[in-house]
Structures are given as structure tokens and as C-alpha cells.
């Protein structure tokens, strides 16, 4: 349920409904709007009884929310979510690129894409210092040393830090070096770790399952905004199709519904979506028409070099041929960057 305060109620009648949905053993989660704010209710076992709140001064309504993912739905809140960084706004009127190399392969590296993505306006630079690699024998990321690199390079560049966890041991390490938390297909439903980032104070970038419907990839973000982390990304990343022309099928026709059901911004990884890097552009620009928020984008300074995707990565040549195109065509979709 959702309770909506009347557009001039008192900090006090807020606390007010917040001390009542508690004392029924609830969770009251406050989410200011524009003009109203809504108290959303989570952790009813069976229907809750309205006329508990219609009765308290300062509220306006009580709105019965139909979908099983309450923090994440349109229903509990109408407004595009907004994330604020120092580096910039993720969410409506922008479109956001976030990229770098697959894996944090050294300090050198690393700190040449950082100092390209910055010349180019990129803001984000994402790495993974561990690495979930379908066999155990492939290089699985300089761990607790990538966390050190990529908050080199953002000291020295000011560039926000993307980076995968992947277990619930290193949450406070990649927490502390992470500017946004990155959780990975293969993880989606892995719930403890979905617990744990809904402790964290930093954003999340969630990734979709590569089998997983539409209500499961929010039935996820809601794991996370039931622990207290409203700041949610989600991100498209192809799922498993039968089709084998390439590695995953990049569902863009997940956006127009997810945007419809969901407030939470959404991203795009056309490189993982794909596979190859010769269909990164044209996915790119189609997710900005489709109304994505911003894209996640493989790019390495040798790719071919790359110790993982490194087929699908693009060289910084090709990713600033992407983000000329992006830029003329942002203001077609109402959209800076
Ligand atoms: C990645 O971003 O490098 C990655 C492993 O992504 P995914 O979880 O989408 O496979
Ligand atoms: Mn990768």
C-alpha cells in the first residue's frame, strides 16, 4: 500500500504515518516527490488496513499497489527516479555512457581509458576487478589490486568507478572503492548478495539475468529497495535465445514495458548484448531511440589484446565515433549528454 501525504503535510505528520505503519511490525519507506510525498508499506503478510492512515492528519489517500514489486513500480511512484552523482545525473532528459575495458588488466591501461573517457565527456569508466569467467582457468580480475587501480584513476581524473561484485565477502571493499555497484547477470538471484546491496550507500547497476522475465529482473530491484537502497539502475544485457548470430539477443523490447511498470533509469550493454563489436553502434542507437538512459559499453585500448571480450570491445577511435553520433541525435530524443 501507499499512502500519499496532502502536497503541504508537516515533517511531523509524516513521522506521524511512519510511527504507525512500524508499529504494525511494517516498513515504511518515504519517498519524496515533486509535490507530494508517498510512503510506500512493505512487509504486510496480508492486506493492510486502511483506515489506519486515513484517520492521521496530513493524509491525503490510500492507494492499493497490485504489483508483487512495490518499490520498483509505477504504482508507488509515478516519476522517473533521478540518481545524483558528483560526476552527473543519471535518469530522465539524460543519456549516460558508461565505459571501459572488461576487466581491470593494469594500472596503465586502465589509466589511459580513463584519460580518453574524460577528454571525451565520458563520466563513468567501468572495469571489473573480479571477474565471473565461465571457466575457472580464465583470468578472474586482480581483485582487491583492481579495487586500488580504478580508485587511482579516479583520484587523478575525477571519473566515476563502475565494478562488478560478485560475492558478499568483498561488499565493503567494492562498496568503498565504487562510485556504482555493478551485479552481473549470472548473480541477478543470487539474494543474499541482493540483500547486501540493499545495505550499501552506493548506487547499483543491476544487470538482468540472461533467462530472466521482465517481473524477475524487478522482482530483484526490489530486493534491493526492500534493504533501504532506492538507488536502483537496471541494465539490459541480452538474454539466451535460441538465435546464434550472436552471443546474446539484446532485448530492446523489454524497454518500452519496463519503463511502463517501473520508475527505476535503464541502461543498455549492446556489448555483452551482442558479442561483437561491429554491431555495438548501431544497438547503441537504437536503445537511445527505444528510451534507454544511458548505455554500458566495452571499450579497451588494444583490443585485441584484451585478456576477456575482447571481440566485443570497441578501440577508443570506435567508441568516440559512437559518442559523436549519440551526441547530434540526444536532443532528437529530448535527451543531453
Ligand atoms: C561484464 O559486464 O563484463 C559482465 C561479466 O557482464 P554480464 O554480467 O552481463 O555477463
Ligand atoms: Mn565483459
Known amino acids: 500500500m501507499l499512502v500519499v501525504m496532502q502536497s503541504h503535510a508537516a515533517p511531523a505528520q509524516i513521522d506521524r ?6 508499529g504494525q511490525g511494517m516498513s515504511a519507506h518515504v519517498m519524496p516527490g515533486a509535490t507530494r510525498t508517498a510512503i510506500g508499506i512493505t512487509g504486510n503478510t496480508g492486506a493492510v488496513d486502511k483506515s489506519l492512515f486515513e484517520v492521521l492528519d496530513g493524509v491525503e489517500e490510500t492507494i492499493r499497489v497490485t504489483k508483487p514489486y512495490k518499490l520498483a513500480s509505477r504504482e508507488m511512484k509515478r516519476d522517473d527516479t533521478t540518481i545524483e552523482f558528483a560526476q552527473g545525473t543519471v535518469g530522465p532528459k539524460t543519456f549516460t555512457m558508461i565505459a571501459g575495458p572488461c576487466s581491470v588488466e593494469s594500472e596503465t591501461m586502465m589509466m589511459k581509458t580513463a584519460e580518453h573517457l574524460i577528454s571525451r565527456g565520458v563520466k563513468f569508466l567501468r572495469a571489473g576487478a573480479f571477474k565471473p569467467r565461465s571457466s575457472p582457468y580464465s583470468f578472474q580480475g586482480l581483485g582487491l589490486e583492481g579495487l586500488r587501480i580504478l580508485e587511482k584513476c579516479r583520484s587523478k581524473t575525477g571519473i566515476g568507478i563502475v565494478t562488478e561484485l560478485m560475492d558478499t565477502e568483498h561488499a565493503s571493499a567494492v562498496e568503498d572503492a565504487a562510485d556504482i555497484i555493478q551485479i552481473g547477470t549470472r548473480n541477478m538471484q543470487n539474494f543474499s548478495l541482493l540483500k547486501r546491496v540493499g545495505k550499501c550507500r552506493k548506487p547499483v547497476l543491476l544487470k538482468r539475468g540472461m533467462s530472466a522475465t521482465l517481473e524477475e529482473w524487478l522482482m530483484a530491484a526490489e530486493y534491493i529497495m526492500a534493504g533501504g537502497n532506492y538507488q ?94 549519440l551526441k547530434s541525435l540526444a536532443p532528437a530524443f529530448d535527451r543531453t549528454m
Do not use: W
Open 17 to 22: 504515518v511512519v510511527r504507525v505503519i512500524e
Open 232 to 325: 536502483v539502475i537496471l541494465c539490459e544485457r541480452g538474454v539466451r535465445t535460441f538465435s546464434d548470430h550472436s552471443r546474446n539477443t539484446l532485448d530492446l523490447s523489454v524497454i518500452p514495458p519496463a519503463k511502463a511498470l517501473c520508475h527505476l533509469p535503464l541502461f543498455v550493454d549492446p556489448s555483452h548484448g551482442t558479442g561483437k563489436r561491429a554491431y555495438v553502434p548501431a544497438m547503441s542507437l537504437a536503445s537511445l531511440a527505444a528510451g534507454a538512459d544511458g548505455l554500458l559499453i566495452e571499450a579497451h585500448p588494444e583490443p585485441d589484446r584484451a585478456m576477456s571480450d575482447g571481440a566485443q570491445s570497441l578501440d577508443f577511435a570506435g567508441l568516440d565515433a559512437i559518442l559523436a553520433r
